[in-house]
């Protein structure tokens, strides 16, 4: 069930995931010192503003920051995750997990861990079916 899902944004703020309508990717416009070929995973809270020919992109929010190489298989990661929770039950949430400051990949659980620290940075691989702790 989507409405008892959230998803942490790249600024740590929470959004229902029932809200997300789209994802997409788009070169980051900024980027920082040390790295290259950088895309920002974006995702859209209103239908209508997703189809809209003028969108300015202010129901556009930043989700994640990664590597432009591996912007697609992230996507597909939060798509994996969003449909998986869709099927289940119970409160969860879906947040980036970090490895050397840079996004690895999308998790899931029912604790939600830190924005920063060990709980969330490094955090080993969760077998599947687990739930998450901090």
Not at 89 to 98: A, D, H
Request: hydrophobic content about 45%; aromatic content about 6%; glycine content about 8%.
């Amino acid at each position: 069930m989507l409405s008892s899902t959230w998803v942490r944004l790249a600024g740590g703020q929470l959004v229902r995931a029932d809200r997300i309508v789209a994802v997409r990717t788009e070169r980051a416009e900024e980027v920082p010192p040390g790295r290259w070929g950088v895309d920002r995973i974006m995702v859209c809270l209103d239908v209508a503003e997703a189809d809209a020919e003028d969108d300015t992109g202010s129901w556009w929010h930043e989700a994640a920051v990664c590597h432009q190489d591996r912007s697609d298989l992230l996507v597909v990661n939060l798509l994996n995750l969003l449909a998986k929770t869709a099927e289940g039950s119970g409160f969860q949430f879906i947040y980036p997990v970090l490895r050397s400051s840079q996004l690895d990949r999308w998790a899931s659980g029912t604790a939600l861990p830190p924005i920063e620290g060990p709980a969330i940075t490094g955090l080993p691989r969760i077998p599947h079916e687990t739930a998450a702790r901090t």
